[in-house]
């Protein structure tokens, strides 16, 4: 069978979109692995699959598998490339959408410029519903890594993040820590890890090791993460700006129980056809 395919990025964090809304899908983890493969498939970080809304007041029906095939929850870039092709294809005849993903209805908005605004809702810091393994919910946490203490904060936007205050993101070891953390077994679903350089009050530079992935050169809810952190620990003032490998994202938070907005652009990179 073949389908449809369209290949975007957002801010550098690549994605291989495909729609069930006028072709039939069937996505399997061997299949998402070959299609993410660099070198042998199309290559991207996660596979999106927007499908038709699972109720009436809804839009669509997003969903997200990292390159190792695995469904995850949320993705803030992926988010944004899924409805500017929306918009790009002609699927909608409005500028603002209402979705369900895994972890709940997300609202976002086109915007003039053909930015996306997405609401992403209000971030969860109860450790329970990270999920995350401690006695009571804190701005930060002391976690061991191999006899090493870290201090972290943590926090979920739909799906788990850590977030390591760093001096210079330059010289951090990115894919030490962050593979560490991410196993580490107080985060009993694995988590993404976020370091996070303070630039001036409202602007950061952050990498991100991502779940399953790796580091990538963005990551949408990596950076609401840390400005989350940030604005917390009362070192950040919303909005922020925060800068990624790939580009830059605004992040716009008024404290604990409030919504989150993120802003930033989505792009395609082409699109063709495939055997499934």
Known sequence: MEVKFCKMHGLGNDFVVLEALRQQVRVTPTLIRKIADRHRGIGCDQLLLIEPPSQQDLDFDFRYFNSDGNEVEQCGNGIRCMARFLYDENLIGKSSLRVRTMKGILDILINKDKSITVNMGIPQLNPADIPFCASEQAISYLIDLQGVEYEISALSLGNPHAVVHVEDINNTDVQGIGSRLENHP???????????QVDN???????VFERGVGET????????????????????????????RGGKLSVDWSGEGKTLKMTGPAVKVFSGHMKI
């Open 186 to 196: 107080r985060f009993t679903n694995k988590t993404n890890v976020g370091f996070m």
């Open 201 to 207: 009050r409202q602007k950061i530079s952050i990498r």
């Open 217 to 244: 050169l963005a990551c949408g809810t990596g950076a609401c993460a840390a400005a989350v952190s940030g604005i917390q620990k009362k070192i950040l003032d919303t909005p922020v700006l925060v800068s990624m």
